[in-house]
C-alpha cells in the first residue's frame, strides 16, 4: 500500500478496501487535468477550464482533490487534498457545489489509458464551466436510436465522420462529412422532431466530450486518428439513446476546427453542432434523399450493419415483451414528481428505449424527497421527462412498509412518506406524502 492509501486508513478510519484505490493513476489524473488547462490558457473556450476537481471513489467515498471545500476536513498530501465525501452527496461523474464553489466530481477506477482517462475528466470539468459558457442544454433522449432505422443510419454517420477526420486531403474529407449529413437526414425523416432532441444532446455532451478529446490530445501528443478511431468505435455501443453524442461529439467538433475555425464563438446562438458542420461544408439535402442515402451506404458497409441490425431487433423483441408485462400491464409501484429533487446514477450506454416517450433503465440508483431506489437488474420504467418511475412487483405492498426489494431492486422510503393502493390496476400502488 503506497503512502497516500495509509494516509487516508490513519486519517478517515476508511476500511481495508482502501488500498485497492489506484492512487498513483488519480494524482496521474489531476496532473494531467492541471497540464491541459495550463497548456490550453483559456484558448478552446476563451474562459480557463482550471477548476476543483474531486475524485471519489464509489466503495469508500474517499476523495482525492485538487483543492480544498470550507468546512469539509481535509489532509494535504504534497500539492493534493485527501478527504472523504459527506453522505449526502450522491456519487457520479458530474457538476456540484461544494463549500460555495463549483466543482467537478468523477467517479473512480479511472480508466488504464492516460488518453482515454484524461479524455474523461476533462470532458466533466466541462460540464463544471458549461453554464457560464451558456452551452448547458436540457438533457435530452433519443429514444429513436434504439430502433433498428435509427441505429443503422446512425452507425454509418459514424464511419463517415470517421473517415473524413483521417481523410488528409479536404475534398475527400468534405465527401465523407457531406455523406455523414446525409445519412443525418436520412435518419430523421421517420422521426418528427429528432433534430431538436439530438442537437440538445450534442450540445449537452457533444461538447464536453470533443473538449475532452481536445485537451487529451495536447496532454499526450496524440493525433486526430485517436479522435476517429473513438467516433468509429462508438457504433458499437450498446445503447445510443443518452450516449450517441459522445460518439458523434469529437466527430462534428474537429471536423468544425477543419472547415469553421471560429465555430465555437457562434455554437452558443446556432445551438446545433451538426448543423453548422452542414453549413460550414455547404451541404445542401438532396431531393432524392432516400435514393442518395442507400448509395452512399455501400460504401460504409450497408449490407454488414443492416445484417447486424436485424439480428439485433430479433433478439430485442422478447427482451422488450418481458418489459411490457412486467412494467406495463402488470402490477406496479409508481413514483412521481421527481425532477426538481432527483439524483440519480445511471449507464447513459445501457437505457433501453420502451417506446419514443420512455425508457427503461436496466439498473441504476434513484435519490429524491421520497426515499432511495436502488435497481441492480431487470429494469424500471422511466418516462422521459423523469416525471414517473415505474417498478415491476409480484404481489400489493403494505401501506405502512418503509423498505421493501423486489426482483433486483430495493426501494427505502424516507418518513413522511408511504405506500398507497393506486386503483390504476389491481395490486399497483403509487409513494405519496403521507398525510397529516
Given at each position: 500500500m503506497n503512502r497516500l492509501a495509509i494516509a487516508m486508513l490513519v486519517t478517515f478510519g476508511a476500511p481495508a478496501m482502501a488500498q485497492q484505490i489506484d492512487t498513483a493513476r488519480a494524482l496521474s489524473a489531476l496532473r494531467d487535468a492541471?497540464?491541459?488547462?495550463?497548456?490550453?490558457?483559456?484558448?478552446?473556450?476563451?474562459?480557463?477550464?482550471?477548476?476543483?476537481?474531486?475524485?471519489v471513489d464509489r466503495s469508500t467515498r474517499l476523495v482525492i482533490a485538487n483543492d480544498s471545500a470550507a468546512g469539509q476536513r481535509f489532509l494535504p498530501y504534497d500539492t493534493w487534498y485527501v478527504t472523504t465525501l459527506p453522505p449526502s452527496r450522491f456519487i457520479a461523474n458530474t457538476s456540484f457545489e461544494w463549500g460555495g464553489r463549483?466543482?467537478?466530481?468523477?467517479?473512480?477506477?479511472?480508466?488504464?489509458?492516460?488518453?482515454?482517462?484524461?479524455?474523461?475528466?476533462?470532458?466533466?470539468?466541462?460540464?463544471?464551466?458549461?453554464?457560464?459558457?451558456?452551452?448547458?442544454?436540457?438533457?435530452?433522449?433519443?429514444?429513436?436510436?434504439?430502433?433498428?432505422?435509427?441505429?443503422?443510419?446512425?452507425?454509418?454517420?459514424?464511419?463517415?465522420?470517421?473517415?473524413?477526420?483521417?481523410?488528409?486531403?479536404?475534398?475527400?474529407?468534405?465527401?465523407?462529412?457531406?455523406?455523414?449529413?446525409?445519412?443525418?437526414?436520412?435518419r430523421r425523416v421517420g422521426y418528427p422532431g429528432s433534430d431538436s432532441a439530438e442537437a440538445s444532446l450534442e450540445m449537452q455532451e457533444g461538447l464536453p466530450e470533443y473538449t475532452g478529446h481536445r485537451m487529451a490530445m495536447l496532454v499526450t501528443g496524440a493525433g486526430l486518428a485517436r479522435v476517429a478511431e473513438h467516433v468509429a468505435g462508438y457504433?458499437?455501443?450498446?445503447?445510443?439513446?443518452?450516449?450517441?453524442?459522445?460518439?458523434?461529439?469529437?466527430?462534428?467538433?474537429?471536423?468544425?476546427?477543419?472547415f469553421s475555425p471560429g465555430w465555437r464563438a457562434a455554437v452558443g446562438t446556432q445551438r446545433d453542432p451538426g448543423a453548422m458542420l452542414g453549413q460550414a461544408i455547404h451541404f445542401r439535402q438532396p431531393r432524392n434523399?432516400?435514393?442518395?442515402?442507400?448509395?452512399?451506404?455501400?460504401?460504409?458497409?450497408?449490407?454488414?450493419?443492416?445484417?447486424?441490425?436485424?439480428?439485433?431487433?430479433?433478439?430485442?423483441?422478447?427482451?422488450?415483451?418481458?418489459?411490457?408485462?412486467?412494467?406495463?400491464?402488470?402490477?406496479?409501484?409508481?413514483?412521481?414528481?421527481?425532477?426538481?429533487?432527483?439524483?440519480?446514477?445511471?449507464?447513459?450506454?445501457?437505457?433501453?428505449?420502451?417506446?419514443?416517450?420512455?425508457?427503461?433503465?436496466?439498473?441504476?440508483?434513484?435519490?429524491?424527497?421520497?426515499?432511495?431506489?436502488?435497481?441492480?437488474?431487470?429494469?424500471?420504467?422511466v418516462r422521459n421527462d423523469l416525471s414517473l418511475i415505474r417498478i415491476g412487483v409480484a404481489t400489493a405492498p403494505g401501506q405502512d412498509t418503509r423498505e421493501l426489494s423486489g426482483d433486483g431492486w430495493t426501494l427505502k422510503l424516507n418518513p413522511g412518506w408511504e405506500i398507497r393502493p393506486s386503483g390504476a390496476k389491481p395490486g399497483s400502488s403509487d409513494v405519496v406524502r403521507r398525510a397529516p
Open positions: 492541471h497540464a491541459a488547462c495550463t497548456a490550453d490558457s483559456s484558448a478552446l473556450w476563451a474562459h480557463t477550464l482550471c477548476g476543483p476537481i474531486a475524485l463549483g466543482w467537478t466530481m468523477v467517479a473512480m477506477p479511472l480508466p488504464q489509458d492516460r488518453y482515454a482517462r484524461t479524455a474523461l475528466v476533462m470532458h466533466e470539468v466541462f460540464h463544471r464551466e458549461q453554464k457560464v459558457l451558456g452551452l448547458r442544454q436540457a438533457d435530452a433522449l433519443n429514444n429513436h436510436l434504439d430502433f433498428r432505422d435509427g441505429r443503422t443510419w446512425l452507425r454509418l454517420e459514424h464511419r463517415a465522420l470517421a473517415q473524413a477526420i483521417l481523410a488528409p486531403d479536404s475534398g475527400v474529407a468534405r465527401r465523407h462529412a457531406e455523406n455523414a449529413m446525409i445519412f443525418r437526414a436520412r457504433e458499437k455501443t450498446p445503447s445510443f439513446v443518452r450516449s450517441f453524442a459522445y460518439g458523434s461529439g469529437p466527430g462534428l467538433g474537429v471536423l468544425l476546427d477543419r434523399l432516400a435514393t442518395m442515402a442507400r448509395a452512399r451506404a455501400m460504401e460504409y458497409g450497408w449490407q454488414d450493419v443492416d445484417q447486424e441490425e436485424a439480428a439485433r431487433e430479433s433478439t430485442r423483441e422478447p427482451m422488450m415483451r418481458d418489459f411490457r408485462a412486467r412494467l406495463a400491464d402488470g402490477p406496479t409501484i409508481t413514483l412521481r414528481q421527481l425532477l426538481d429533487s432527483l439524483s440519480w446514477g445511471f449507464d447513459p450506454t445501457a437505457l433501453i428505449a420502451f417506446d419514443l416517450a420512455s425508457v427503461i433503465y436496466p439498473f441504476g440508483s434513484f435519490s429524491a424527497p421520497w426515499g432511495s431506489l436502488n435497481v441492480e437488474k431487470n429494469g424500471v420504467w
